[in-house]
């Protein structure tokens, strides 16, 4: 109730799947089309500035967008049939920067992936993409990291049993970690460097909360103080 009145709204004609803020808070972009389409937005007027789409063939269930640190480049990462797909914009120009269609899926359908993951190094200049796939009962997860401008894919990373995310990746200078479950009671941070193809390098344990309601889903740390963590269990939230 202590919330300003909303002094702008914008509409779709279809359902809108993500809403992202820029580091910059100059721009929000709505992705709507069934995933298909990215609008730019004012903040606070909600003007539509710009309008991205996919390219053809692009296979747009959950997809994942995402700003530059800098809020100049909004990149997507999806499917392009079997290849993984990663596109840059330009926000300053409006145009197109690059379009990456990797391989490297194992020939999994489309149909048996689920959510991926992307993160931004501090530089800017690289992306990380979490890519996960199932097959049957077994979920296969594979870190690729793509020079943005360019278009180059650096390398990639297999994760093997022991490393086996619990929801996505995030950044940390320029490496990327993610969380994994030990036990019962931990839970461990990983790091994978943006530069340089080496099996992920534990860096921290975090005894996961005592009295918790439900299952573990997720754990990352709080932006605004990243010695903070937050874990999200089914049924209970908690810092």
């Known amino acids: 109730m202590s919330w300003d009145t909303s002094t702008a709204a914008t509409t779709r004609s279809s359902t809108i799947h993500q809403?992202?803020?820029?580091?910059?808070?100059?721009?929000?972009?709505i992705v709507w089309d069934g995933g298909r389409t990215a609008d730019i937005l004012d903040p606070v007027t909600l003007q539509q500035l710009q309008t991205h789409q996919l390219p053809e063939g692009a296979y747009p269930p959950s997809n994942v967008f995402i700003f530059s640190p800098d809020s100049h480049i909004l990149t997507y990462s999806g499917l392009y049939g079997n290849e993984l797909l990663v596109v840059s914009w330009d926000l300053q120009t409006g145009g197109t920067i690059s379009t990456?269609?990797?391989?490297?899926?194992?020939g999994q359908h489309p149909n048996s992936r689920v959510p991926t993951s992307?993160?931004?190094?501090?530089s800017?200049?690289?992306?990380?993409v979490l890519h996960s796939?199932?097959?049957?009962?077994t979920v296969t997860h594979k870190i690729f990291i793509f020079d943005v401008v360019s278009g180059v894919h650096v390398h990639s990373q297999l994760l093997d049993?022991?490393?086996?995310?619990?929801?996505?990746?995030?950044?940390?200078?320029?490496?990327?970690l993610f969380a994994t479950i030990f036990?019962?009671?931990t839970?461990?941070?990983?790091?994978v460097r943006f530069t340089s193809n080496t099996t992920p390098v534990e860096v921290k344990r975090l005894s996961i909360p005592i009295h918790s309601v439900g299952y573990l889903a997720y754990v990352q740390p709080i932006p605004a103080n990243p010695s903070q963590f937050l874990f999200v269990f089914s049924g209970e939230v908690q810092i």
């Open 161 to 176: 049993s022991n490393h086996q995310p619990l929801h996505g990746i995030w950044t940390q200078g320029e490496s990327l």
């Open 118 to 122: 992307i993160t931004y190094s501090a």
């Open 124 to 128: 800017g200049k690289v992306v990380g």
């Open 183 to 185: 036990d019962a009671t």
């Open 100 to 106: 990456i269609r990797h391989q490297g899926l194992d």
């Open 187 to 191: 839970t461990i941070i990983w790091e």
């Open 19 to 29: 809403v992202i803020w820029s580091p910059c808070n100059r721009f929000i972009a």
């Open 133 to 137: 796939w199932s097959l049957e009962s």
